[in-house]
């Protein structure tokens, strides 16, 4: 009997990290992100420097690594970047609903106008549907980047999509353009399942 819990325990373990694993790596639906610049009531695109903003959800947990790749990025680039974080408040959100440390660690971010994007009507002009997407638009407003710059939701660390945007900024036009967003849905109203 010993032997036979032992394996049922060793598979059910397997089975949960290969679910967490898949859940991890698992992207949001890429979206059709426009590729000019299509205008905002929120944010203004700098004519003179690359518009970076970030979209996310206040109750997403895996928001955090992407804040803390954004704020390696606000830090190191500064001077060639206006760089925006909205933040998703459903219309009927309750006073407060985002008061979370996801919201506090984006408005510490250097130099990021931080604004509350209600009802989502920003994310859907740009549509974008993951928390943790970016968006980067160069000083002639076309689309340079699209995507997440993590490498796994909530995990921090060297990837593709951080590596793109930070070769865009340095004037790489050869770097790459896309990147799995990997984040929970941006328009859900309460976040991530439990």
């Not at 394996?7 to 979206?31: D, H, I």
């Amino acid at each position: 009997m010993t032997v036979v819990g032992a394996v049922l325990w060793s598979s059910a373990l397997l089975l949960a990290m290969e679910q967490m694993w898949t859940y991890s790596m698992t992207p949001g639906t890429a979206p059709s992100v426009p590729q000019r610049w299509p205008g905002s009531s929120l944010v203004t695109h700098s004519g003179t420097r690359a518009t970076l903003i970030m979209f996310l959800h206040p109750r997403c947990t895996c928001s955090n690594a992407s804040l803390v790749e954004l704020q390696q990025i606000a830090r190191n680039h500064q001077d060639v970047l206006s760089l925006w974080v909205l933040i998703h408040e459903p219309p009927d959100a309750p006073p407060g609903w985002d008061s979370t440390s996801t919201v506090e660690r984006a408005r510490r971010i250097l130099n990021a106008t931080t604004v509350l994007d209600r009802g989502g009507a920003e994310a859907r002009r740009f549509a974008v549907t993951t928390s943790g997407h970016v968006v980067v638009y160069d000083a002639a407003r076309a689309l340079q980047f699209s995507g997440g710059i993590t490498g796994a939701r909530g995990h921090l660390g060297d990837n593709e999509g951080l590596r793109s945007v930070v070769a865009l900024l340095r004037g790489d036009s050869t770097s790459r353009r896309t990147h799995p967003t990997l984040g929970c849905g941006l328009l859900d109203r309460d976040g991530p399942p439990s």
